[in-house]
């Protein structure tokens, strides 16, 4: 909800490597712990991290920032089934449950933008950012390339059958902006993955900010490389047999004529002469601009040349060739 580009961390990978580059560590009812943790965790403020905790947390521990217990309704009197049962029948959907349900939500995004408050006066700055808390980002990256995921999060009631009124699972439409660092000025375009396109962009100081809008709650991928994608090329055999086997090297390079530096989704397909596509590859990923792929053929595929068809999906860029039949 706070948009601060979250990963979850296990006591055993503490233990295993510390707590080496992580700037701010969020421990909910952190109530028991091993001493090593506690040593882990002590040291790692004194290196100047971050510690987010609730009124739940082990008293040998001192909280940086102190947020509200994530607890939103008590434990049911029995867990027996019919006692629950009845409670439930006693509910009122259109008001009880639903109201608090909508409660919930609002608590979970004070108390997030409590956090990302109390962390920009300490001078942390999220790496990626949205401009509502119901676009929820998450960064990732391959290289040097930032790639990033937008979710659409505003929902409401509608028709879901079952315990009503606890989940809000109708989305709706919303639109905003998200954005990421980029302090070096190095990003010169921006593709959407999932749906492809190349995207506007505007820079604002050290950030890229890219406009986004969604129809109901579905989700963004993003990409921002330093420069456009401009060619597609295929490698490839000039002639197969029925019942062979058909290398492919797919290609996909920038407006330098270099491989793009990342991991790109393709499409690599194979038809018969009689347009039967041939079983195999489909989707694909290019990593560093190159997938390289094998089709074999079928010996009763149709008499006549085969059609190969590469496409980028970031840019939409589609080349097709033939492959003569033997």
């Given at each position: 909800r706070a948009r601060l580009d979250p990963r979850v961390i296990y006591e055993e990978t503490i233990l295993r490597d510390g707590l080496d580059g992580v700037k701010v560590l969020y421990a909910p009812q952190l109530?028991?712990?091993t001493p090593r943790i506690v040593s882990q965790i002590a040291e790692f403020?004194?290196?100047?991290?971050v510690l987010i905790a609730d009124k739940e947390l082990l008293p040998v521990l001192k909280a940086d920032v102190t947020v509200p217990l994530m607890a939103f309704e008590a434990p049911p009197e029995s867990d027996h089934a019919e006692d629950v049962d009845r409670m439930e029948s006693e509910r009122d959907p259109q008001a009880r449950t639903r109201k608090a349900t909508v409660r919930a939500k609002t608590y979970m995004q004070e108390s997030a933008d409590f956090i990302r408050r109390e962390l920009a006066v300490r001078g942390y700055v999220a790496p990626a950012d949205s401009s509502s808390a119901d676009i929820v980002?998450?960064?990732?990256?391959?290289?040097?390339?930032p790639y990033l995921f937008a979710i659409n999060d505003r929902r409401t009631f509608g028709d879901y059958v079952g315990q009503w009124g606890r989940v809000m699972e109708k989305g709706e439409p919303n639109e905003g902006w998200v954005q990421v660092q980029d302090p070096s000025g190095a990003i010169g375009a921006v593709y959407e993955l999932s749906k492809g396109g190349e995207l506007p962009f505007a820079r604002r100081d050290s950030r890229i900010r890219v406009p986004v809008r969604y129809e109901t709650n579905d989700g963004?991928?993003?990409?921002?490389?330093?420069?456009?994608?401009?060619k597609v090329e295929a490698d490839v055999q000039d002639a197969v047999r029925r019942g062979g086997k058909l290398?492919?090297?797919m290609t996909v390079r920038d407006a330098n004529g270099r491989p793009v530096a990342?991991?790109?989704?393709?499409d690599i397909r194979l038809y018969d002469a009689a347009g039967r596509e041939i079983d195999g590859v489909g989707y694909s990923v290019a990593e560093n601009g190159v997938a390289k792929v094998?089709?074999?053929?079928?010996?009763?595929?149709?008499?006549?040349?085969?059609?190969?068809?590469?496409?980028d999906r970031a840019s939409g860029i589609t080349i097709s060739k033939t492959i003569r039949q033997k």
């Amino acid at each position: 909800r706070a948009r601060l580009d979250p990963r979850v961390i296990y006591e055993e990978t503490i233990l295993r490597d510390g707590l080496d580059g992580v700037k701010v560590l969020y421990a909910p009812q952190l109530k028991f712990t091993t001493p090593r943790i506690v040593s882990q965790i002590a040291e790692f403020q004194r290196r100047g991290g971050v510690l987010i905790a609730d009124k739940e947390l082990l008293p040998v521990l001192k909280a940086d920032v102190t947020v509200p217990l994530m607890a939103f309704e008590a434990p049911p009197e029995s867990d027996h089934a019919e006692d629950v049962d009845r409670m439930e029948s006693e509910r009122d959907p259109q008001a009880r449950t639903r109201k608090a349900t909508v409660r919930a939500k609002t608590y979970m995004q004070e108390s997030a933008d409590f956090i990302r408050r109390e962390l920009a006066v300490r001078g942390y700055v999220a790496p990626a950012d949205s401009s509502s808390a119901d676009i929820v980002v998450y960064g990732r990256r391959f290289g040097d390339v930032p790639y990033l995921f937008a979710i659409n999060d505003r929902r409401t009631f509608g028709d879901y059958v079952g315990q009503w009124g606890r989940v809000m699972e109708k989305g709706e439409p919303n639109e905003g902006w998200v954005q990421v660092q980029d302090p070096s000025g190095a990003i010169g375009a921006v593709y959407e993955l999932s749906k492809g396109g190349e995207l506007p962009f505007a820079r604002r100081d050290s950030r890229i900010r890219v406009p986004v809008r969604y129809e109901t709650n579905d989700g963004r991928l993003f990409v921002f490389l330093k420069s456009k994608i401009a060619k597609v090329e295929a490698d490839v055999q000039d002639a197969v047999r029925r019942g062979g086997k058909l290398s492919v090297a797919m290609t996909v390079r920038d407006a330098n004529g270099r491989p793009v530096a990342a991991l790109l989704p393709v499409d690599i397909r194979l038809y018969d002469a009689a347009g039967r596509e041939i079983d195999g590859v489909g989707y694909s990923v290019a990593e560093n601009g190159v997938a390289k792929v094998e089709f074999t053929t079928n010996v009763d595929d149709a008499d006549g040349d085969y059609r190969l068809v590469c496409a980028d999906r970031a840019s939409g860029i589609t080349i097709s060739k033939t492959i003569r039949q033997k």
